[in-house]
């Protein structure tokens, strides 16, 4: 291998690998998603559930919460469960999923202080464990289209006190390229199915608004 195509440590690469990150995905719940005013609903899934789909594929540790599904709210809706087999989840109380132990410790038991954090809503569900994370000496990184809050107001309000506080702004396909980093690596053929498919979702979308 050349020292052109050779792989950087992946453990200690300042950038985002499969091998030095952790994926956080909060409250991806049927109410949670009505309450969404700042993105479309359908283009908010396309983006969730490519988001699911590539964690899966470079095997990236998920913390997969939710909240209150014990008194009556609905769990993680079923595009990103089917993205993500096997990974459970873990119900919280606590608006600050960083205030629970069990999410907390699910995190902290990964090794990795490079956190991607999505979730809904923007101003609540993201932001909190986000400042908490940061205080904690985590990296952490917001996928800002795999979010939304419950207003454009609300989102971008959040979004800025994040990276006011030092958080990092990723896109789902900037996370996806970034992992993978070379079309030449194995298994590349993976991403390619899956973006075909993200793009192939978007292009409908775009010509139905």
């Known amino acids: 291998m050349s020292d052109m195509t050779k792989i950087r440590d992946p453990k ?100 990795r202080k490079k956190l991607i954090i999505a979730g809904l809503w923007t101003e609540v569900c993201v932001t909190f464990p986000t400042l908490d994370a940061l205080r904690e000496g985590y990296q952490v990184f917001v996928v800002a289209d795999a979010i939304g809050g419950v207003s454009p107001a609300a989102h971008d309000s959040a979004m800025q006190r994040m990276i006011q506080a030092g958080a990092i702004p990723i896109t789902v396909l900037g996370l996806a390229c970034e992992l993978q980093r070379d079309w030449g690596r194995p298994e590349a053929e993976r991403l390619r199915v899956i973006m075909r498919e993200y793009f192939g979702k978007l292009k409908h979308l775009n010509r139905n608004k």
């Open 12 to 111: 200690t690469d300042s950038l985002l690998t499969p091998q030095n990150a952790v994926l956080a995905l909060i409250d991806y719940q049927p109410e949670q998603y009505t309450g969404v005013a700042s993105v479309g609903h359908e283009e908010l899934v396309a983006h969730v559930t490519m988001l699911g789909r590539v964690a899966t594929t470079f095997e990236l540790p998920v913390v997969l919460s939710t909240v209150y599904v014990k008194h009556g709210m609905s769990g993680t809706n079923e595009e990103l469960l089917e993205a993500l087999p096997g990974v459970p989840e873990i119900d919280r109380t606590t608006m600050n999923s960083w205030e629970d132990p069990e999410f907390r410790g699910a995190i902290e038991r990964s090794g």
